[in-house]
């Protein structure tokens, strides 16, 4: 049955012009009389976009599918995941196949050479003259100064023209202070006279000692301590002598 406010409402609209854009209110009435009546009476492009645009009530919501397009839904964090899982199998996967390959090392004649001399440091130092004038002579006894500083004092005859003479002296002299000392009170020997003019700041600590303290002194036993500035050559003096 047709309402009265309906059939007014249906009168106006058959007096407009067809606009396109022009949608019908269906929401005046819910009779499905009137909207056959919209149908056979309106033109077809008013029906058209009300038909369109009419509000759907809640049941119908509920029997209505709903088609999810692909671009309303973000999907940037399965793809995340997906490549996180993926990363962390492909980890898992390249660390069971990882083969360890065993490290080659290429060593020269001259690296070979200098390995062979530092093996047995007393024995090669004991025969100097074979390979004193080999460019790797200066390597081989600053070596040897640290690990065997009074036969580099004993040998000294036999590097003494060379160039690097003085740096092995002045190391082997802070590595072995007390050895040192028998030439610090012997200014004729060629020791002394090298090392005298020493730029060294431990060497030259060093060389004042005589002058602190005698040579029958145990204070060289704590010759670091004196030249770091913990001990006075009086308190190592007197710590060495305690019973």
């Known amino acids: 049955m047709v309402d009265g406010p309906s059939v007014k409402y249906i009168s106006q609209l058959m007096t407009k012009s067809d606009d396109p854009n022009q949608t019908p209110n269906f929401s005046i009435s819910e009779n499905e009389d009137i909207l056959k009546l919209f149908k056979n009476r309106l033109p077809e ?7 369109i645009n009419k509000t759907i009530s809640e049941k119908d919501k509920d029997d ?18 997906k490549k996180d899982i993926l990363s962390d199998t492909a980890v898992k996967i390249n660390m069971d196949e990882v083969i360890i390959k065993p490290i080659s090392l290429r060593l020269s004649e001259r690296e070979k050479t200098v390995l062979i001399l530092k ?22 006894l600053l070596y040897a100064a640290t690990k065997e500083p009074e036969e580099i004092f004993k040998r000294f005859d036999d590097y003494k023209s060379k160039f690097f ?6 190391t082997a002299g802070k590595y072995a202070p007390i050895t040192l000392k028998k030439y610090l009170y012997n200014p004729s020997h060629p ?25 029958q002194s145990k204070a060289y036993i704590l010759a670091d301590a004196i030249i770091k500035k913990r001990l006075t050559p009086a308190e190592a003096e007197s710590i060495c002598n305690s019973p």
């Open 191 to 215: 020791i002394y006279n090298l090392l005298i003019k020493s730029n060294d700041t431990i060497i030259k600590e060093l060389f004042k000692m005589p002058t602190l303290v005698g040579y």
């Open 64 to 81: 209505v599918p709903i088609k999810i397009l692909k671009d309303t839904v973000d999907t940037s964090s399965f793809a995340e995941t």
């Open 119 to 140: 093996k047995n440091i007393l024995s090669t130092i004991r025969n100097i003259s074979s390979f004193i004038h080999e460019p790797y002579a200066e390597e081989i």
């Open 45 to 51: 492009t008013f029906y058209s976009n009300a038909i």
């Open 165 to 170: 003479a003085t740096k092995v002296l002045e």
